[in-house]
């Protein structure tokens, strides 16, 4: 809590918070006694016409998330898109956000880097949405679930072995907790039981071709090309490869996925 957000809560005529039984605890030890009204998941559409009225006529209101950034993965977005839809005064008080926590916590580069959001379900899908996002370069963050983390590491550690990453667990709260190395060094360290928010961060990807030597390489993304412009599948395409090279099939999977990005353009 800043003393900007503390002066503001203050004076609003409405607190719009994700769980009101939460942040009640934080208004009261600041004394701050503002009309509460849940906003969360479940009524964020019923509510935001409820607000815009609101602001319409001239009160004020403020949204107040758990843990991290309204509008960030957390209620909040449709409210601001309306408000800027029609012209309505706007301002954000920063708060803690996950993004930028795990970026800078990571000890991976900040200079560059993507955000993906919640990654796909299942390994396979996870890996191909962190290849396709290699294409922009720099480091990848990503939010996760607790129950599916283990499979998506053990899938990153399969594509990229030597590959760092950091995972953020709980970030701003009491049991925050981050460790790094590669995917299979962190998978060793968490354990079976993962609990809280996670964010992924990874590292930037040297390249998609990295298969002995430069020769090689070139061969092998001629090989890529070549298939998938003739109308093969990607995994189709990726299995041939790997069984001519060798290689892990992630490792060329993922490489092909580059191909293909490039072959579209």
Request: hydrophobic fraction near 45%; include cysteine; charged fraction near 25%.
């Amino acid at each position: 809590m800043t003393f900007r957000v503390v002066e503001v809560l203050k004076r609003v005529d409405i607190i719009a918070a994700e769980d009101t039984r939460r942040t009640v605890r934080l208004l009261d030890h600041y004394g701050i006694r503002a009309e509460l009204l849940s906003f969360h998941d479940f009524n964020e559409t019923r509510r935001v016409e409820h607000l815009v009225t609101t602001l319409r006529e001239g009160r004020d209101v403020a949204v107040v998330s758990d843990a991290g950034m309204p509008g960030l993965s957390d209620p909040g977005f449709p409210l601001l898109r309306r408000c800027a839809e029609e012209g309505i005064p706007m301002t954000v008080l920063p708060g803690p956000s996950s993004i930028s926590t795990a970026l800078v916590a990571s000890g991976l580069p900040t200079d560059r880097f993507t955000f993906l959001g919640f990654l796909p379900k299942g390994g396979d899908k996870a890996v191909s949405a962190l290849a396709h996002a290699d294409r922009a370069g720099g480091s990848l963050v990503a939010f996760e679930s607790p129950r599916r983390i283990l499979k998506t590491l053990q899938a990153i550690s399969e594509t990229w072995p030597d590959r760092r990453v950091a995972l953020c667990r709980e970030l701003t709260k009491i049991h925050e907790e981050v460790l790094r190395g590669t995917a299979q060094e962190v998978a060793e360290e968490l354990g079976a039981q993962v609990k809280g928010e996670v964010v992924l961060v990874l590292g930037a990807a040297e390249s998609a071709f990295q298969f002995g030597d430069q020769a090689r390489d070139a061969s092998a993304r001629r090989v890529l090309e070549c298939l998938l412009a003739s109308g093969m599948g990607t995994k189709e395409a990726a299995g041939l490869v790997a069984e001519l090279t060798g290689e892990p099939r992630r490792q060329v999977y993922s490489a092909a996925l580059v191909v293909k990005d490039n072959l579209l353009e």
